[in-house]
């Protein structure tokens, strides 16, 4: 039994997909755990318990390597009524910002 190059083709091509595939979900879970973070830092309340996909692109890091730049948007509440958004940046695995609104001041 010998393989062809389509095989080949077609098992480098699905590996590739199940690897992406991993990948996003193990980021995906890294954004959630860090909006949960952020919210309990800036005494913010995490609506939904979730993050979502809203952007992805390649980007370089700072030793000039390629990696998967992804930006997960999320909601949250100061007081518990209103909704507000805010979004998290990932490259690769590694977290860059989390960025919510700052409260509005009243006089």
Known sequence: MTLSVW???FVAVFGGFAWYIF???RVRELAVAAAKRSSELA???LLDQSVALSKTSLSRDSKGRWHIWRQYR???SRDGVGR???HIIMLGPRLQAVLV???????
Do not use: M, N, R
């Open 7 to 9: 095989d080949l083709v």
């Open 23 to 25: 990948s996003a979900t």
């Open 43 to 45: 005494d913010i309340q």
């Open 74 to 76: 999320f909601e949250y």
């Open 84 to 86: 507000e958004i805010g």
């Open 101 to 107: 609104a700052e409260a509005p001041t009243l006089h």
